[in-house]
């Protein structure tokens, strides 16, 4: 438009022009004759002027059309479009997005408010009423906060009968910019609501009025949660069930199936006040898929409170199992995907226990009573308490307690994780383990107090009580072991590990090879496929049958055989010919062996010379080396996994038949992760795990993948045998640079006692490995890799260590430590098979 009036007054100015000029031509000549002829050519000059305008307009299109400015205008009218298009998207999306919920379940008891029947139904007029109470005075502090901006809403979802009191569980919603979300951080939106009770507390009790509301400050829990909680919870969500325990004792039965099509449901449990809630679950089937797919997750509340969970159940359940809650609420939160999957159990209200005995024990050396943690045999809750007060008959005689699968050690730096013992004041923690110990307490009148110290439900204990003589705790001819076992005198140092910790087995002089006499030779050295005799005599009669013990090869059939290395040895040993079946594992195909020597400590390897080597990867890196143990199950360190989002085996993959990083024949997803149930993250003590692959690996992958052939317990590794570790580890303590290329080192295995003069405390499933310069080592990255050995240049290759800790890497007289393989072989068996 602009141009067309700019055009106009060019136009009037030609005009003006032409009359100025025809003035002047006036001017100049006195007499003009008008004529037609002569106006018609004045009108004529005047239109050519006129005329001329367009082609100034050509020139100018022109000069717009040149390359530079071309190139100009279409920056900007690209310019235009970005600005507009981005403005939308800034309005329409990203505005949107960048306001996010932030929601959270809450928990706390309302003191002295009488509870009456109508608040469990949330349509009733008395819970409406007391439920915008309540919500008004939340809403009120969070409205007067530093984050009232965001704050959004508060639901009511349940007021439940509580000692003397209502207990009062609600959601929380806040509306937060991104940026912002730091501000409603779990801690500070409860410091908020603390800090407001805190206020109000009135005569030194636990009570403070809020709005005239007694809340107790103690019972305050809130906890973040995720949105589809929320949402799956509250009202609208088709699965929602309240069921109740009104009679002590009396079962009520829980049944639920999901046929096709899949529930998240969410049951909520609440039995009479006063009263704790028993959960018994008798079947539960599902796909074990490592609480990914199906799960069942117990609350110690009645919303799905992370601070607050009791236990979860992840794998199918048969047998029965029970647990117990701290109140008298819970909650199960089912998740169970399409196919066939049921739930049969049962709650009831039970009394809470009142542990406390009085335990007389008889003189002599036989049993005289049992201790049970409370709520025996279910499972412990978070909290406890029990105590037990001993008597003997006289004073030269203590107490002790052994249990089964549970020891007690003095109370270090940290927290008691499995429950808090004292013992005349002396503080001790228990911890499980996989074996049984006696816990001696050189008194005559003992008071023994328990505490459930775990921060979900955790497994029962029992212990049998005998007295004992303090001054003489074994018998005549008995070692007392550090796990307070008492073994034979002659047991100790044969090799064998009869105290459960090996303390019958340090400060032994290496075992001489006695040949000669009518003593027998040394058990380690009979039958463990080398003459040590020159006559031979270690080496007759391996396969006669014969008593079973750890050192005794068992045979299918369930007989042993003095042979320790039987197992998948090309010679039939056991009657029942079990030894050499299932002995597809540890042969890799024949492969040339000239990798180059390139680092210190390890040479890289060649194809298919590993065949078992498997590389794990956490969300897309190299993290941890693993073996294959068939064709759908992996064997590494439970250390790989032990951290919260690192036992999530969506975030895993199994690299097979991998030389060179990148370059796997196979890339296989993980189902499901077993860490050893007793594995500690503080000693290393049980380091092993089991990786379920989603689906087997091809077969047509045949030799360059290939299990690795899993040690009997009886297996011996004798000084014939060579052992390597591999893995894509750091090549040195100070190396930056993972190597692509597989590597390989030879190390030899050191005698337990050699292992503990370097590290000390080193458990019987741990084993040392390497050389004295300490120049052939693992390192970080080769954890939950092979330490393989082979007992002769064409036998099979046996998996005999799990890369697990050490100090620093490649240290000199600092071995490398393993798990100790065989050790788990009936634990692996029970997994895998
Ligand atoms: N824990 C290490 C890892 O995560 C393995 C350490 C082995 N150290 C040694 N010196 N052998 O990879």
Redesign the pocket.
Known sequence: MGTEREDNQQASAVDDGAAQQDAASIADVSVEVATVDHTLQKLYRKYRKTRRKPKGLKRLWAHLLNVPHLALIIAAVVFVVVVIVWSLLWVFIFRRESNSGAYFAGMFRLANVEFIPEYRQAESHEFVYMANKIQHVVSNVYKMSSVARLYKQTVISDLSNSDSGILVHFWMVFVVPRLKSPAVCEECVGVIFRDSVHTSLRNRTSVGYLLGLPVDIDSILINAVQRSDYTSNTAGSQCVDKMYANLPGVKVPLNIFSSWGGVSCHVKLTAVPGSLIRLTVNLFLIEPSDCVNDALTVYDALLPMRGRILHRLCEPVSGSISLVSTSNVMLLSFRMTKGNKTFRGNFEAIAAEICMSQIETQSGSGISAQIYSPFYPSLLPPQCSCTWRFETSNSALGVALQFQNYVLKPKGMKACDHGWWKVNEVIFCGSYVGHSTVFRIYDRSPEVEFRCSSRHAALPFQASCSSYNISQPCAENHFLCSTGLCVEKKRRCDGLDDCQDESDEVFCSRPTMKCGGNRPPHPLFVCNGETDCTDGRDEINCTQETTCSAIRYQCRSGSCILKKNAKCDGVHDCEDRSDEMDCACGLPPTVKKDGPERIVGGVNSVEGEWPWQASLHFSGNM???ASVLSSDWLIS?A??FSKERLSDPRYWTAHLGMLTQGSAKHVAEIQRIVVHEYYNAYT?DYDIALLQLKKPWPTSLGPLVQPVCLPPTSHTVTDSHRCW?T?W?YRSEEDKVLPSVLQKAEVSILSQSDCKKRYGPVSPRMLCA?VPSGER?????????PLSCQSSDRGRWFLIGI?????????PN?????TRVNKFTSWIYNHIS
């Open positions: 993290y941890c080396g360190a250390h790989c290393f570790v893995g580890g390497g080592d693992a390192c970080r990255g080769d954890s939950g890799g890369v697990s800790w050490g100090a620093g890497c490649g240290r600092l071995p490398g430590v393993y």
